[in-house]
């Protein structure tokens, strides 16, 4: 092409610096001339992976002790046996299950004073939030239901239960899910200074039976010390062991009864 007669002996040509510019450049060529020294030098590194260290710690304590469980279906098999639940009950079912409002970390989490972490007070904010819990180790007198008449003691049970820990902070050391996706737990609740296991003071008082089952009873390590508990209140004739020995039915024969005589209809 003609030079322009003003341009200088060095010029380049109008049309050879555009097509320079649109020259594409490969991405290789564009990390080899970056200057990597900037961020792998020490000054740098550091505070980066102090700042990395920190964001994955945080994650894993909130995960572990923070996280909110809202269902035994939640709980995670390394959960199992060696963690526990804290939480407010919210209702109590029966003589030997409940429901937990799960507050992890409880006051110091910020549960009852910081802004969301308030326990729902109605129906429609507590539904499929809550845990539902079965005493491990120990059998109430069934309630009516399904068309099944109430036992004996059955009330007694429910209203001593729930007098004790409704809407009370209980702790809850989870064992397993049941077939009924409850999380069978031995679970204390604290009374002045001493915390008490619930279950124990059941089977104290005569409100319920150690569970007895072929496969699946739960005891944590505490087997010894319910049946002592429990033999102990058939020897003073508490609660459900007043009557004469010849008319009690244990829960679990109750249950069995009723099984069998639906099947013969």
Do not use: C
């Not at 296991?197 to 010894?224: C, H, I, P, R």
């Amino acid at each position: 092409m003609r030079w322009s007669p003003w341009a200088s002996k060095n010029s380049q040509p109008v049309d050879d610096i555009e097509h320079d510019k649109k020259k594409p450049v490969h991405w290789t060529d564009s990390l080899n001339a970056t200057d990597w020294s900037h961020y792998t030098s020490r000054e740098a590194l550091i505070p980066t992976i102090l700042l990395s260290s920190t964001i994955l710690l945080s994650f894993g304590f909130y995960r572990s002790y923070l996280r909110r469980i809202p269902g035994a279906s939640s709980i995670t098999p390394s959960f199992w046996r060696k963690r526990s639940l804290f939480g407010r009950v919210t209702s109590v079912g029966d003589g030997d299950n409940f429901r937990l409002f799960h507050t992890p970390g409880g006051r110091l989490g910020g549960w009852g004073w910081m802004w969301g972490r308030k326990i729902p007070e109605n129906r429609e904010g507590l539904k499929d939030n809550t845990v539902h819990i079965r005493l491990a180790g120990v059998d109430a007198p069934e309630l009516a239901h399904f068309g099944r008449p109430a036992q004996p003691g059955g009330k007694e049970a429910l209203d001593w239960l729930t007098s004790y820990i409704l809407h009370r902070r209980v702790r809850a050391y989870v064992y397993k899910r049941d077939q009924y996706d409850r999380a069978v737990a031995t679970v204390y609740v604290r009374k002045g200074l001493l915390r008490r296991d619930v279950g124990l003071q059941m089977l104290k008082g005569g409100l319920a039976t150690v569970y007895e089952a072929k496969t699946g009873a739960e005891f944590g390590a505490l087997e010894d010390k319910y049946r002592a508990a429990e033999w102990w209140a058939k020897t003073k004739r508490k609660g459900i062991w007043k009557g004469e020995k010849a008319d009690f039915e244990s829960p679990r024969d109750y249950k069995s009864r009723m099984t069998r005589d639906e099947t013969q209809k």
